[in-house]
């Protein structure tokens, strides 16, 4: 789908399709795909994370703080990773031991962190020191820093999920991987099963919070400041790749390559829509239509596979 939505772009626009336009979606798509590999564990257990967007604010907001506008980029990106860390484990632990559904309790958290992160920055605009641009301006080897972080988090979903080529294992599902699929699939017959169902569910919203803060660091650093905006909306983008990309709502079935070029159709559409002089409010009907498709298409598959089912269960 991505390729052929290059090569419409490329056939429209004459200016379209250089190798500085693919670094610049690559770089565009990095928080993207960042965010969205780690909402493709959550969505795999069957849950959902509305406070993806809230967890980037909040993130960049302590980011942008004064207790660590001073700390060199390594402490920051530590700061960054437990904060995300522990707003993923208020999101799981809540969802886990309460079964309170993940809908209302990311509702709830998206709007705590969305105020939260609003207190420390006031609503106003704050610049980042040049050292924590350099997250998303800098380069290793001619690779922006931005890519390469999306790219280390791509490689850890590959292996913790698996990964399959012409039905042979590339790289063995791991038992984290395993469980996270029995989750999603039906999480009773995974509790009889024995499985740690409650701790792979925090798990997963913990990964999710970890790569939201981190999503925020390449993010903010592209932008050089934190502003009130950033992060508004974004989990709907986020649940738009990560569907896009194969990965159903219902859970048990997922893919990180999937999610991956899901975010680079979103970020090369919305790109074309910029080549085109379209008004950007037609991005989000763009985003809004594909999410209600993949949605409908998925409840579609689930009500077929359930009648397939029935009458082998009746016999």
Do not use: C, K
């Not at 990095?30 to 980037?56: H, K, Q, Y």
């Not at 012409?166 to 039906?186: E, I, Y």
């Amino acid at each position: 789908m991505w390729l052929v939505l290059v090569l419409a772009l490329s056939g429209l626009y004459d200016e379209f399709g250089t190798g500085a336009d693919f670094r610049n979606i690559a770089i565009q798509a990095s928080p993207l795909i960042i965010a969205a590999v780690g909402a493709t564990f959550v969505i795999m257990t069957g849950g959902i994370d509305l406070s993806v967007g809230s967890m980037l604010f909040l993130a960049a907001a302590i980011e942008s703080s004064r207790a660590l506008g001073a700390a060199p980029a390594g402490l920051v990106f530590a700061a960054i990773a437990a904060t995300g860390l522990l707003m993923g484990l208020v999101n799981g632990v809540a969802i886990a031991l309460t079964r309170v559904p993940a809908l209302i309790v990311t509702l709830a958290s998206m709007q705590v962190f969305r105020g939260a992160g609003g207190h420390i920055t006031g609503q106003q605009n704050i610049d980042l020191p040049a050292h924590l641009q350099d997250i998303g301006t800098g380069s290793l080897l001619g690779v922006p820093a931005p890519i390469l972080l999306a790219a280390v988090t791509v490689l850890g979903g590959v292996l913790v999920f698996g990964r399959t080529v012409f039905g042979r294992t590339v790289f063995g599902r791991t038992v984290f991987g395993r469980h996270l699929q029995a989750v999603g699939s039906n999480p009773a017959a995974a509790r009889d099963a024995g499985l740690p169902v409650r701790a792979v569910t925090i798990g997963a919203y913990a990964l999710a919070g970890v790569l939201a803060a981190l999503a925020s660091l390449t993010q903010t650093a592209r932008l050089g400041a934190v502003q009130p905006s950033i992060g508004d909306g974004y989990e709907l983008t986020v649940i738009t790749a990560v569907v896009l990309g194969g990965t159903s709502l219902f859970g048990g079935r997922g893919s990180i390559i999937g999610t991956v070029l899901g975010a680079l159709v979103l970020t090369t559409a919305q790109t074309g829509l910029v080549f085109s002089g379209a008004s950007p409010y037609v991005f989000d009907i763009v985003r809004g239509g594909v999410l209600l498709v993949a949605v409908i298409a998925a409840a579609f598959r689930w009500r077929t596979l359930a009648q397939a089912l029935r009458p082998a269960a009746a016999s």
